[in-house]
C-alpha cells in the first residue's frame, strides 16, 4: 500500500507562486509514474502534470503549460509541483496521486490540499 500525503497549498494572490509536496511512503519502488490533479467546486476533477518515478519524462495539462513545474526528488520520495503566474481559476483542491505500471490507472490517491487563489 502506498501512502501520500500532499502539503504545500494555502491562499496567494493572482501571479503569485505555490509549491505544492507529495511525500510518498516507503514502497516507492513500486511505483511508475507520480501525478498531481485537481478538483474545483462543481467540476470534473482534471490532470495537471505528471512525472515517471524514473527517466525524464513529464507531462502537463494544456492550461498549465509554461507556468508550472514538476519535479521529484527520488532520496525523500517526494514529488513537487512549482506552480507559479496563478490565476483564479486555479482555484481548486489539488490531488496527488501514484500509478504502479504504465497499463494500471491512478491507483492511490492523497488526500488533497486546498489551493485558492485570491483575485
Known amino acids: 500500500q502506498v501512502h501520500l500525503v500532499e502539503s504545500g497549498g494555502g491562499l496567494v494572490q493572482a501571479g503569485g507562486s505555490l509549491r505544492l509536496s507529495c511525500a510518498a511512503s516507503?514502497?516507492?519502488?513500486?511505483?511508475?509514474?507520480m501525478g498531481w490533479f485537481r478538483q474545483a467546486p462543481g467540476k470534473e476533477r482534471e490532470f495537471v502534470a505528471g512525472?515517471?518515478?524514473?527517466?525524464?519524462?513529464?507531462d502537463y495539462g494544456e492550461f498549465v503549460k509554461g507556468r508550472s513545474t514538476i519535479t521529484r526528488d527520488n532520496a525523500k520520495n517526494t514529488v513537487y509541483l512549482q506552480m507559479n503566474s496563478l490565476k483564479y481559476e486555479d482555484t481548486a483542491v489539488y490531488y496527488c496521486?501514484?500509478?504502479?505500471?504504465?497499463?494500471?490507472?491512478?491507483?492511490?490517491w492523497g488526500q488533497g490540499t486546498q489551493v485558492t487563489v485570491s483575485s
Open positions: 496521486a501514484a500509478r504502479s505500471s504504465y497499463s494500471s490507472p491512478y491507483r492511490y
Open positions: 516507503e514502497r516507492t519502488f513500486s511505483l511508475y509514474k
Open positions: 512525472i515517471l518515478w524514473s527517466g525524464d519524462g513529464t
